[in-house]
């Protein structure tokens, strides 16, 4: 892979605990942490969406602070990208480790999304693209 420029948005989503000091300590210490904090929780695709808005570069790639997706795909994902892709999306191939209900909610969430809108999702890709 070629080397590239990173940087690290970090997005606190209105957090009551330390999470906000704890970001701006690792922020003050490292030029490649930019730190955002909303007044309060907004929800995850307003933090999604303020942290594509502040990412300076050609790319990027969201992953949620519980490091539930994997990590190590990412070299994979830039060179799908680096190949021609405008976009890579990720697929899970396995939830069992996911609760039921996280389970049940999520083929929710894909059928309705798909039944009301443009263009479809495939079910588990999420937002690790």
Request: no cysteine; net charge negative.
């Amino acid at each position: 892979l070629k080397p590239y420029e990173v940087e690290i948005v970090f997005i606190n989503d209105g957090s009551k605990d330390a999470t906000e000091s704890i970001i701006n300590k690792i922020a003050a210490s490292d030029p490649l942490v930019i730190p955002l904090s909303f007044t309060r929780n907004f929800g995850k695709e307003p933090a999604l969406f303020a942290g594509l808005d502040h990412a300076t570069g050609d790319a990027v790639i969201p992953i949620d602070v519980d490091l539930q997706d994997p990590i190590e795909v990412i070299p994979h994902l830039i060179e799908k990208w680096q190949a021609g892709a405008d976009m890579v999306l990720a697929k899970r191939s396995d939830r069992s480790t996911d609760g039921r209900m996280k389970r049940k909610t999520a083929e929710w969430f894909y059928k309705l999304h798909n039944k009301i809108s443009n263009p479809k999702i495939e079910e588990n890709v999420g937002d690790f693209r």
